[in-house]
């Protein structure tokens, strides 16, 4: 590759996650041009995604458009299109409406998408939480049951107020609490003649812990506090098989329902397998120190697509101070290669975990050694480090407010029934015996 000034060289990142955003902000700095590509119009804050599924927060809350956060970088210019087709060995690629994108260096960062691990029927009736479409379909499904309960309280026994969360890890435990939350606190002002203490909140996982990257003190101090708000954990079984009306577990126990969300895990997004590189676990690409992709000049891959070596040699895990980190470390490896300097091997900052379990109750393993905080403690860092994290002024002003509202009253910003088509259900047609 001829050696080019930083204002000569070009960059193409594909996806505007926590990893391309964070790389097109360092080369941006440093006046590479850079472009964006990314289906959506606008970078989502993943970790809060449960938030908005359960009404705490709105959509905008969690959402800014990529093209304001770039205003004042000239040199990064976004682009919305779906990408179909990635040419690696010409930094080339291909959108949905025919039109071809190249650049000097070529940044993969696509995200990711569920991982069902094939289990059956979980792909046509459960709700994943990976994209705020995806927070909006649950949301809207979440209230239409309560109301379809109201008009008919038979449904309650038909398992219409019954809330399964397959997958006890962050995700799975956070929307856990936060729907034990809405069903104890916020319903019962709602709907005053409404059976709401028979609607129930199940954890599925095939481990024996939550939380399993924590502490044993974590897992029990998850635990105790999920089962203090009524949330039923079926530990050490999978989910065999998704139904319309229920869930079908590998003990041979059965739960009716009509609203299972999957937390299960994450793989590479269908797009990483027309890329032609080799794929490791999860599908994702296997990078180098350096983030580079062996044998593709030019080709680098971060965030949730990649498989990161870790101090330890082994992968580190989806999180997204990590693609947070990733993605400006590869804009420094970038950089490095232009100025023809020896690309700086990625090192990973631990700041620790978090995860929160409900009103007034979080974990908070921080710094180095994950020295741990729980409860009010753990929950007050958890709101410190979440709104600090989140892209825009008025969308952490907005949070702070929407917090304070959900947690010194019963209030929810958002709980209105916005995407009828994943909340209808049709239960004149199903058997009732």
Not at 124 to 147: G, I, K, M, N, Q
Not at 169 to 192: C, I, S
Not at 229 to 256: N, T, Y
Not at 407 to 426: F, Q
Request: hydrophobic share 45%; net charge negative; with cysteine.
């Amino acid at each position: 590759m001829a050696k080019k000034t930083h204002a000569e060289t070009t960059a193409l990142i594909v996806g505007g996650g926590f990893a391309g955003v964070a790389c097109a902000k360092k080369l941006a700095e440093h006046g590479i041009s850079v472009t964006l590509l990314d289906k959506n119009n606008y970078h989502q804050f993943q970790p809060l995604l449960y938030q908005v599924a359960t009404g705490m927060l709105g959509p905008a809350d969690i959402a800014r458009p990529l093209r304001a956060i770039f205003a004042k970088h000239k040199t990064v210019d976004v682009k919305q299109a779906e990408v179909a087709h990635v040419d690696v060995a010409n930094r080339t690629v291909r959108t949905t409406d025919g039109l071809d994108f190249s650049a000097d260096y070529l940044v993969l960062a696509m995200g990711s998408q569920p991982n069902f691990f094939n289990t059956a029927g979980a792909v046509e009736h459960t709700f994943p939480l990976y994209s705020l479409d995806d927070a909006e379909r649950l949301r809207s499904r979440v209230f239409e049951v309560f109301e379809d309960a109201d008009s008919r309280p038979e449904l309650v026994e038909r398992g219409a107020l019954n809330f399964v969360i397959v997958g006890g890890g962050a995700t799975g435990v956070e929307t856990a609490g936060a729907l034990a939350d809405l069903v104890n606190e916020v319903m019962p002002e709602r709907f005053h003649d409404l059976a709401i203490r028979a609607a129930r909140v199940y954890i599925v996982d095939v481990g024996h812990a939550l939380l399993a990257p924590f502490s044993e003190e974590a897992h029990a101090y998850a635990a105790k506090v999920l089962q203090r708000k009524g949330v039923e954990l079926r530990m050490g079984c999978s989910a065999k098989e998704i139904l319309e009306d229920r869930v079908v577990l590998s003990d041979g126990s059965e739960i009716l329902t009509h609203t299972v969300v999957w937390a299960g895990g994450l793989q590479a997004p269908q797009l990483a397998s027309v890329c032609q590189l080799p794929q490791g676990r999860g599908g994702r690409f296997e990078v180098e120190r350096d983030l580079s992709i062996e044998g593709v000049p030019g080709v680098y891959a971060i965030g949730d697509v990649a498989n990161i070596p870790g101090a330890d040699g082994h992968a580190l895990p989806q999180l997204g101070s990590v693609a947070l980190q990733a993605g400006t470390a590869a804009a420094h490896s970038i950089l490095a290669d232009v100025e023809g300097q020896a690309r700086p091997a990625f090192h990973y900052h631990d700041k620790g975990i978090m995860a929160m379990i409900g009103r007034g109750a979080a974990i908070a393993e921080v710094g180095k050694h994950h020295h741990e905080l729980h409860g009010p403690v753990g929950f007050a860092a958890w709101l410190g480090v979440h709104a600090w994290l989140l892209s825009g002024v008025r969308e952490k002003v907005d949070a702070f407010i929407s917090w304070g509202w959900d947690n010194l009253g019963h209030g929810r910003a958002a709980t209105v029934i916005d995407r009828p088509d994943a909340a209808r259900i049709d239960w004149g047609t199903e058997d009732e015996s």
